[in-house]
């Protein structure tokens, strides 16, 4: 339910690489990822937050297309 809420925020605001951490933990928990934050506004305060933000985009990016990819080799019957 809180993980819902999340994307009815305006601003979602980061001082920590931790604390990118810690959401990333919780969402992934509860079987959800960035995704949910569709359409808040992000900010990162440091560079250090910037990047760990940076890194988990980048790995759900990557999961995604591994995602896809698995997909497509299961529908050519390719992969059992």
Sequence with gaps: RWAAALGECDW???SSANGVR???ERLWAHGRD???LAGVRIA???PGTA???RQAIAT???ERAL???LA???AADRLR
């Design 67 to 69: 995602r896809r990819e």
């Design 22 to 24: 810690y959401l990333l």
């Design 44 to 46: 990162a305060i440091g």
């Design 12 to 14: 979602l605001v980061f």
């Design 72 to 74: 497509a080799l299961m």
């Design 34 to 36: 960035l995704r949910v």
């Design 51 to 53: 990047d760990a933000l």
């Design 60 to 62: 759900m990016n990557r």
